[in-house]
C-alpha cells in the first residue's frame, strides 16, 4: 500500500484535496498540487476552526466548519472519511466526504498529529500534551487511549498498513513509540536528538524518523526495532517515502532537501532557493516531489527527463470507478510499438504493484497484431491480495528486437562447443524495453481470512483409497492451489479463503471424477471423490 506520512497536512481521496487552514500545508491529488495558504491578511488562520476541501478535478474549494485550532488532517479512502486534529479543542472532527456532515470524537490534550489505517479502519492520533495517543475505531468512533509516555510530546504519527504498526515521534523524549495495532501493545525505539516527523516505507518495512536538534535521521527496521542512523541537513523537519524508487526526502532548514537511497543510505542533497516550510509530498507515479517554502510558492523536483520510447503501454481496470472490490484486482494491459520504418511485435508485459524496486511479473498474453500485444495482470499467488487502500500498478512491455549494443559478441556466429557459427549471439541477446508507466486505483474489498483447511478423501470405484491422485482447487479469481493424495488416498488444503465459492478437481490416470463446487465458509473435512470407470 502507497503510504507516506510526512510532517502533516497530506492527504487525498477520490479526486478530493484536504487542507487544514494552516498557512503552510501541502497536499496532491495525482497530478494536482495544492499550498494551503488560506490566510487572512498574512496571518495563519489556524483559529478560523474550518477546513477547506479541494475538488481536484477543477480546484474549486468548499469550506467545512470544525472545532478550533486544526492542526493535521488524514483520510481513509476506503470508507470516504477525514480526520482533522483540534489542537485548541482536544478533539478530532470527523468530516464524511460523501456530503461534508461532521462528527466530533474526544482526544487528549493538544491532540497534534493524525494517521489512518485503511487496512484495519483504524485512527491514531498523537496527543502532544497528554503522553498518549487516542484510537478511533473508524466503525463507530469509539476510542482507546494508548500511553506514549508522559512528557514525551508525540508530535508525529505514521502507520504501516502492511505491519498494522504504528510509530509515533515523541519530540522530548528523542524516541519512537511502537504501537501493535492489533494488540496495542508498545515498545521504544531511541531516536536521535529531537525527532520531529515520521514516515514509513510499507514495502521495506523501514521507518524513517528526522531528528531536528542532531541534523540526522533514525532508519528502523520494522522487524526488529533495530536503528541505523544518516547525517542529514541542518535541522531536518519532515520526511517523505517514495516507495516506487525507494527514495526518501528530508526538508532541512538549511535550505536544503536531503534524498536517501533506501537500499545502501548513501545521500545527496538539493539546494533550495529560499528556506523550506515543514511540509512536503511525493507523488510516487511522477516522481515528482513538493515542498513548500518561507514564500508565496512551492518548489516542485522533477526527474531528469529521458527520451520518448516508441513501445508504451496503458492499463485498463476491470472495475468501475477505478475502486476495486477485490483484493486481487484485474487488469487489461495494453502494448502499442510506433517503432519505425519497422515496428517489431510486443512480446511481453511485466508488472508489479506499489513499487519498481521488486521482482516484475510477467502479465498473461491474451491477443495482439503486428504492433499490439493484450495482456492480463492480477495480484498472483495464494496470499498476495491487496491491503484496503490506495495502490499503484507500474507496467512495461518489451518487444522482439535484439538489443545489440549490449551483447559482447555481434559477429556472426553462436557459440557450441567452444565454437562460433552463423546466426545467434552470445550470450543470448536482450529484448528492448518500453516506458514504465503506472496506474493509480482504491481496492475497498472485504478481507479474506486464510484460517480455513479443505480436506476429504479419494477412493476409487469399489472403495479403496487412491495415491497420487492430483487435487486441485480453485478460488473465485481463478488461483488455484494443488494437492497429491496420500497412501491412502487422503488430501488438504490449509489456507483456503473464506466466502467464496470455489471449484475442486481430481485428476487420476486411471479414473475419471466429476468436479465439486463448494462454498468455503468454515473448516470442511469430508469433501470426498469417488473414480468413475
Known amino acids: 500500500m502507497i503510504f507516506s506520512q510526512s510532517f502533516r497536512f497530506r492527504a487525498f481521496i477520490a479526486g478530493i484535496a484536504v487542507v487544514s487552514s494552516l498557512s503552510f500545508g501541502l497536499v496532491f491529488t495525482d497530478e494536482r498540487v495544492v499550498r494551503a495558504d488560506t490566510s487572512i491578511g498574512n496571518v495563519p488562520t489556524d483559529t478560523s476552526s474550518d477546513v477547506t476541501v479541494i475538488n481536484g ?18 483520510v481513509n479512502p476506503v470508507t470516504n472519511k477525514i480526520y482533522v486534529t483540534n489542537g485548541d479543542g482536544g478533539s478530532v472532527t470527523v468530516i464524511d466526504g460523501a456530503d461534508n456532515s461532521t462528527t466530533t470524537v474526544a482526544a487528549g490534550i493538544s491532540p497534534f498529529a493524525v494517521a489512518v489505517n485503511p487496512a484495519t479502519n483504524r485512527i491514531y492520533v498523537a496527543n502532544q500534551d497528554s503522553g498518549n495517543v487516542t484510537v478511533i475505531n473508524g466503525e463507530n468512533n469509539s476510542t482507546t487511549t494508548v500511553a506514549t509516555g ?9 502507520a504501516n498498513p502492511a505491519t498494522n504498526k504504528i510509530y509515533v515521534a ?60 544518516i547525517a542529514a541537513g541542518t535541522n531536518p523537519v519532515a520526511v517523505a517515502v517514495n516507495p516506487s524508487t525507494n527514495r526518501i526526502y528530508g526538508v532541512n532548514f538549511s535550505e536544503s532537501v536531503t534524498v536517501i537511497d533506501g537500499v545502501n543510505h548513501s ?30 510558492n512551492v518548489t516542485v523536483v522533477s526527474p531528469v527527463l529521458s527520451f520518448g520510447i516508441p513501445l508504451n503501454t496503458n492499463a485498463t481496470p476491470s472495475f468501475p470507478a477505478n475502486t476495486a472490490t477485490d483484493s486481487r484486482p484485474r487488469f487489461t494491459l495494453t502494448a502499442t510499438s510506433t517503432y519505425s520504418p519497422f515496428a517489431p511485435p510486443p512480446r511481453n ?4 504493484f ?9 502479465a498473461l498474453n491474451t491477443g495482439g497484431t503486428a504492433t499490439t500485444l493484450t ?29 545489440t549494443s549490449i551483447n559482447p559478441f555481434a559477429d556472426e556466429g553462436h557459440v557450441e562447443s567452444g565454437k562460433m557459427s552463423a546466426g545467434v549471439f552470445a550470450p543470448e541477446s536482450s529484448q528492448l524495453i518500453g516506458a514504465i508507466s503506472s496506474h493509480l486505483f482504491l481496492v475497498k474489498a472485504p478481507q479474506p481470512s486464510f484460517s480455513t483447511s479443505v480436506s476429504g478423501r479419494v477412493t476409487t470405484p469399489d472403495g479403496r483409497g487412491l495415491r497420487n491422485a492430483i487435487v486441485t482447487i480453485t478460488d473465485s479469481s481463478n488461483v488455484r492451489q494443488t494437492a497429491i493424495t496420500s497412501s491412502f488416498g487422503f488430501y488438504s488444503f490449509e489456507a483456503v479463503r473464506v466466502g467464496e465459492t470455489h471449484t475442486i478437481s481430481v485428476s487420476s490416470k486411471r ?23
Not at 508522559?150 to 505514521?158: P, V
Not at 525527532?195 to 520494522?222: E, L, Q
Not at 508485459?349 to 508489479?352: A, H, L, P, S, V
Not at 495482456?375 to 538489443?403: E, K, R, W
Open 354 to 362: 506499489d513499487t519498481t524496486n521488486g521482482p516484475w511479473t510477467k
Open 57 to 74: 478535478i477543477n480546484n474549486n474549494t468548499t469550506t467545512v466548519a470544525v472545532s478550533a485550532g486544526p492542526l493535521d488532517v488524514a
Open 150 to 158: 508522559s512528557g514525551a510530546q508525540a508530535n508525529a504519527i505514521a
Open 511 to 533: 479414473y475419471r471424477f466429476a468436479s465439486r463446487s463448494v462454498t468455503v465458509s468454515g473448516r470442511l473435512s469430508d469433501v470426498d471423490f469417488v473414480g468413475l470407470e
Open 375 to 403: 495482456a492480463t495482470a492480477m495480484p498472483t499467488g495464494f496470499f498476495s491480495g491487496l491491503q484496503n487502500g490506495v495502490h499503484i500498478i507500474y507496467f512495461f512491455a518489451t518487444d522482439g528486437s535484439d538489443a
Open 349 to 352: 508485459i511485466y508488472f508489479q
Open 170 to 229: 515523541n519530540r522530548t523524549s528523542n524516541t519512537v513509540t511502537v504501537i501493535d495495532g492489533a494488540t496495542n501493545t508498545t515498545a521504544t525505539v531511541v531516536t536521535g536528538t529531537g525527532p520531529a516527523a515520521v514516515a514509513v516505507n510499507p514495502i521495506t518495512n523501514r521507518i524513517y524518523v528526522p531528528n531536528n536538534w542532531s541534523a540526522n535521521v533514525t532508519v528502523i527496521n520494522g522487524a526488529d526495532n533495530s536503528t541505523t542512523t
Open 267 to 296: 545521500t545527496s542533497t538539493i539546494t533550495t532557493l529560499m528556506q523550506p516550510l515543514p511540509a512536503l509530498a511525493v507523488n510516487p507515479r511522477t516522481n515528482r516531489i513538493y515542498f513548500t517554502n518561507n514564500g508565496p
